[in-house]
């Protein structure tokens, strides 16, 4: 097994916590359409794309799935919802212990990567002041594929100029462990073991987290 030599971080729910502004979105959305919309069916959206969400929305509110108009209008309302709320971030929203982590990790000459399939990563690295931070930055505007699929992950080693094999991923959701696993690349779950259960290691949060994590994948 080769060193790993680089880290990819999804950004939600890893870096920063927007996942509760998605949430906010999705369930007003959902409230528009006439159902509830609970915590545990947005755990199935986690590291999913826009439109696919929706279209898990319409699943879980049991209703016909409305033209591709009609659901470009919906996911831009959402997303109109979302991005008023990442606006207002601050660097105070970075999770505990990260911004230590990053420095750690950067001190320690790894060439870091965020793999994210929001299409807003780039406001959201802006408004907490890490926008020239990461050695390449994948989002939902440069892929074709959402998690599960490599795509993002894959894209990321090729910028950074390193093979899968050479790269761990830190992931808080499921269908991002899976597409860390495709690409043939290590993998750190952050969050729930119930949830990430196939991850190669599964840490609460970053909080405590230092770079003795990458040796022990070593």
Not at 142 to 163: H, Q, R
Not at 188 to 196: A, F, P
Request: glycine share 6%.
């Amino acid at each position: 097994m080769q060193n790993i030599e680089a880290i990819i971080f999804d950004l939600d729910g890893v870096i920063v916590d927007t996942a509760r502004f998605h949430y906010q979105a999705w369930k007003r959305l959902a409230q528009e359409l006439g159902f509830y919309f609970s915590l545990e069916q947005n755990e199935r959206l986690k590291g999913v794309s826009r439109m696919e969400s929706l279209e898990l929305l319409f699943e879980f509110g049991e209703l016909p799935l409305p033209s591709e108009e009609e659901k470009v209008r919906l996911a831009t309302k959402k997303n109109d919802w979302y991005r008023e709320n990442i606006l207002k971030m601050t660097p105070n929203d970075l999770l505990p212990g990260v911004g230590k982590f990053l420095n750690e990790l950067k001190e320690a000459n790894y060439k870091l990567a965020i793999g994210s399939s929001s299409k807003n990563a780039g406001t959201i690295l802006s408004r907490i002041g890490y926008d020239k931070f990461f050695d390449a930055v994948v989002d939902g505007t440069k892929i074709t594929n959402s998690k599960p699929d490599p795509e993002v992950f894959l894209k990321a080693a090729e910028k950074l100029g390193m093979k899968p094999e050479k790269c761990v991923v830190f992931e808080d959701a499921h269908a991002g462990i899976e597409a860390a696993k495709r690409a043939k690349m290590r993998t750190v779950g952050v969050g729930s073991k119930q949830v990430l259960f196939d991850a190669d290691i599964v840490v609460p949060d970053l909080k405590d987290i230092n770079k003795k994590i990458i040796d022990e994948l070593n």
